[in-house]
């Protein structure tokens, strides 16, 4: 019995960039990209492992080896726009917020559910992991480009951020490719309360 269930929710991907140094977050502007098993071919975060970092230092201790399930950082359309509007920026570079993908069209973009899949009509397939908190790395890019407004990102990026994914079945993503959601079972477990 299928346990992901298709919808007719469909967004058109409007940005693609890679992380060629890993000096800092900023992406370089693409019009195709070859999605391996490892994430975007030549991003900085693409491998099947990772250091692990601040994110789960809860789980582990830092620099644990830990399997990749942020190869690439999303983002839509729509949250960027709330996000230049709330730092009252006139523009807002997909690049200066590390993104590898920008989609328009998904309403609540970074509440998707953990395990959703957008797959493509090619059937390029990527897995949606959680939502990406702010940090202040993004805020030191759009520093560079509009001085004084980098210290205001995480707030303005709060909820907004978009969401980490790995990918589940490689091929080639492009300008103008529409992802279709695929969702999990809605979740309805809640944490037992302690007597």
Not at 81 to 99: C, K, Y
Not at 174 to 188: F, M, Q, T
């Amino acid at each position: 019995m299928p346990i992901l269930t298709p919808t007719p929710l469909t967004a058109v991907i409007t940005f693609l960039g890679i992380n060629i140094d890993g000096i800092d977050l900023s992406t370089v502007p693409q019009t195709m990209v070859e999605v391996r098993y490892e994430g975007f071919a030549g991003d900085s975060h693409s491998g099947l492992t990772r250091r692990s970092c601040v994110r789960v230092k809860s789980q582990y201790p830092k620099d644990t080896e830990i399997r990749n399930t942020r190869q690439i950082s999303a983002l839509s359309a729509e949250e960027l726009e709330l996000i230049r509007e709330s730092m009252v920026l006139d523009t807002i570079e997909p690049s200066w917020v590390g993104a590898n993908l920008i989609v328009e069209g998904f309403p609540d973009f970074s509440k998707l559910p953990p395990s959703s899949r957008l797959i493509a009509a090619n059937g390029t397939s990527i897995v949606v992991d959680m939502e990406n908190a702010p940090c202040r790395f993004p805020g030191d890019i759009i520093e560079q480009h509009r001085p004084g407004k980098g210290k205001l990102f995480a707030k303005a990026a709060q909820g907004r951020r978009g969401i980490t994914l790995w990918v589940e079945r490689p091929g080639t993503l492009k300008i103008g490719d529409e992802l279709r959601l695929h969702i999990p079972p809605v979740c309805n477990w809640r944490l037992p309360s302690a007597e």
